[in-house]
């Protein structure tokens, strides 16, 4: 089978596929106004999605995972869950969400097939929940994440990003929720966009310093799993559940790369961090055109970068993570 690999010697299994930029929060860190309509908004539909995803997992790409903006905006999310899940060679769909729609559509989306989920939940205190998100929803997704355990999705996990002085004094209340759950946490590092630079000055937290501390409450860092994400994985052995660390800032986070982006529109993103895309919607009209897009995609590849450039405050032409799923 054809595969996907860049001259960096990294492979690409993982397909992060945006269905719409539209969400529904305003999260301080990324939509802090509420969501403003710009430019194209006709969105790939089910048969445009479906040729894309058939051609990757003909190079060897067998996950996918559905974000946006908020995703589950989409009337047509469960048919497009439904239709990815039955691809061949599509091993593992999973979905990032915001968790509004969660608690009642949780044995929906998992008979649509998909069998991850992350959950965004940047507060375990109410008012902060709300402060940081813009709407008082917390008890609604976290009946959201009971709703999916009881609907048997085989991985949750929780997606929290780190903010200095609104949330890192919580880390407490996170482990013990965790300590008879079966939830993974991601703590997120705060990453520069374009839209957000006097706010990330403000309140961006280094990973290294929650690691530190679980180091010292006896956490012990995991081998990554196949088609794992960017995340370095901790476990305790009095806590049922886990921790992961993304740190976007961290010496060499670049090198385990396994992921490719598209837009809701259809642009191949070599990374959340370039400047700009390549269309691919040209492509993904016909399933006569799989070679042609396969090959195009190939050889886009050979010009993705080694690592970005965060660290020299260079963000590329993201404006904020909801134009790209982050």
């Not at 013990?176 to 993974?184: A, F, G, K, L, P």
């Not at 309140?203 to 290294?208: L, N, W």
């Not at 530190?212 to 995991?222: S, V």
């Amino acid at each position: 089978m054809k595969t996907l690999t860049d001259p960096h010697g990294r492979s690409f299994s993982y397909l992060r596929l945006s269905i719409t930029d539209i969400c529904n929060y305003r999260c301080k860190y990324c939509l802090p106004d509420g969501y403003q309509k710009t430019g194209n908004t006709q969105f790939l539909n089910a048969d445009e999605i479906e040729n894309l995803v058939a051609g990757l997992a003909g190079l060897g790409l067998w996950k996918v995972r559905l974000t946006g903006g908020e995703p589950t905006v989409r009337k047509d999310f469960a048919e497009i869950a439904a239709r990815v899940s039955s691809i061949p060679g599509i091993r593992r769909l999973a979905t990032t969400t915001n968790g509004y729609r969660l608690a009642e559509n949780a044995p929906l989306w998992r008979k649509a097939g998909i069998s991850a989920i992350n959950v965004s939940v940047d507060s375990l205190n109410r008012q902060n929940f709300a402060d940081i998100t813009g709407h008082d929803h917390l008890h609604k997704v976290l009946d959201g994440i009971k709703a999916a355990q009881d609907a048997g999705f085989e991985k949750i996990k929780v997606n929290t990003v780190l903010l200095r002085d609104v949330n890192d004094h919580e880390l407490d209340a996170f482990l013990e929720w965790i300590r008879n759950e079966d939830i993974s946490i991601r703590f997120i590092e705060l990453m520069e966009t374009g839209s957000n630079k006097e706010y990330f000055q403000r309140h961006h937290i280094r990973g290294q310093e929650i690691q530190a501390r679980l180091h010292a409450m006896g956490w012990l860092e995991q081998a990554r799993e196949e088609g794992a994400g960017p995340a370095q994985e901790f476990s305790h052995a009095d806590y049922r559940g886990q921790i992961g660390i993304i740190a976007p800032y961290s010496k060499d986070f670049c090198n385990t790369c396994n992921r490719l982006r598209v837009t809701a529109i259809g642009d191949l993103r070599l990374c959340l961090f370039g400047n700009g895309g390549h269309s691919l919607r040209y492509l993904l009209q016909h399933r006569n055109q799989r070679d042609e897009l396969q090959a195009t995609i190939a050889g886009l590849l050979v010009q993705k970068a080694p690592t970005h450039l965060l660290h020299f405050h260079q963000t590329g032409t993201t404006p904020h993570l909801a134009a790209l799923g982050g």
